[in-house]
Each structure stands twice: as C-alpha cells, then as structure tokens.
C-alpha cells in the first residue's frame, strides 16, 4: 500500500490533478510519508527524495523512461496514474523522461510554495490541491457545450 500511495501521490502532485482527486486524508497520509523527519514541512530536500524514490516505484521496467505499458502494470491505480502522468509528457514521445518529472515536480514546488521559504506546509499543499481542483472545474465549465 505504502508503494502504491507513493506512486498515486507522486502522480497527483506531478500532474495537479488525478482521474480521481485524492481527498484530504489521502494527502495528509502521503505527505507524512514525504515528511521523513516529520517536522510538519517538506522540504526541498525531501521532496527530492520523494521525486528520486517515486520515480523508481513507476519506472517499473527500470527501462529509465515512464512508459503508458508499464505504468498500467501497477496494480489498482496503474490507469488513473499514467493518466495523470501523460501529462508530463512535454516533448510528446509518448514516454516520461526523468527530466521530464523533475520538471514538474521543480514548478510544483515553486507554485506551492506560497510563502518563498522552500518548504512546504500541509496548508500550502492542500490550497494548492484545492486551487488545481477549481481550476480543473472552471476550464471543464468553460468547455462545457452552453444550453
Ligand atoms: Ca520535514
Ligand atoms: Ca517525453
Ligand atoms: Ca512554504
């Protein structure tokens, strides 16, 4: 289980979104798991490790790419996972580099972080889940076909 939050959160944090949005509990438990001095904050430090040790949980194959055949190998959640992952995918070769995630995972931080002081609170990655959410809904909204 441990492995497959880790995959399921990576995803959800790399991408700002997942099929299915984890809640609030989800986010909280894999943020304990990313804070491993529980200090109450991630820092950049330990979010590396997440995107170094998240990486490995996906790359599956350890072919050193995320692939959409591998990655829905992963038990449960491989589909919602690659589909929050493709994303990523910037150069659209249909593989996920490391780069790539890092990327991402760089800008997250970034934007998260609200207050500049390279860590991140629990309050800082739930707004920033909530806003990714409201976003999500306001660009489906504005597609949405008018009546
Ligand atoms: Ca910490
Ligand atoms: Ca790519
Ligand atoms: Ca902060």
Same mark, same amino acid.
């Given at each position: 289980?441990?492995?497959?939050?880790?995959?399921?959160?990576?995803? #959800?944090?790399?991408?700002? #979104?997942?099929? !299915?949005?984890?809640?609030?509990?989800?986010?909280?438990?894999?943020? %304990?798991?990313?804070?491993?001095?529980?200090?109450?904050?991630?820092?950049?430090?330990? =979010?590396?490790?997440?995107?170094?040790?998240?990486?490995?949980?996906?790359?599956?194959?350890?072919?050193?790419?995320?692939?959409?055949?591998?990655?829905?190998?992963?038990?449960?959640?491989?589909?919602?996972?690659?589909? !929050?992952?493709?994303?990523?995918? *910037? %150069?659209? %070769?249909?593989?996920?580099? =490391? $780069?790539?995630?890092?990327?991402? *995972?760089?800008?997250?931080?970034?934007? #998260?972080?609200?207050?500049?002081?390279?860590?991140?609170?629990?309050?800082?990655?739930?707004?920033?889940?909530? $806003?990714?959410?409201?976003?999500?809904?306001? *660009?489906?909204?504005?597609? #949405?076909?008018?009546?």
């Amino acid at each position: 289980m441990r492995k497959v939050l880790f995959g399921l959160v990576f995803a #959800a944090l790399a991408s700002g #979104a997942l099929h !299915a949005q984890p809640g609030p509990s989800v986010m909280s438990r894999a943020f %304990d798991l990313i804070d491993t001095d529980q200090d109450g904050f991630i820092s950049l430090e330990e =979010f590396h490790k997440d995107v170094l040790h998240s990486w490995h949980v996906l790359d599956v194959d350890r072919s050193g790419y995320l692939t959409k055949e591998s990655v829905e190998t992963i038990p449960d959640h491989g589909k919602g996972i690659w589909r !929050a992952l493709s994303r990523l995918d *910037r %150069d659209k %070769d249909g593989k996920i580099s =490391f $780069k790539e995630v890092v990327e991402a *995972r760089m800008s997250y931080f970034d934007t #998260a972080d609200i207050d500049g002081d390279e860590r991140l609170s629990v309050s800082e990655t739930l707004a920033y889940q909530r $806003k990714v959410a409201l976003e999500r809904a306001q *660009r489906r909204a504005a597609r #949405a076909p008018k009546k």
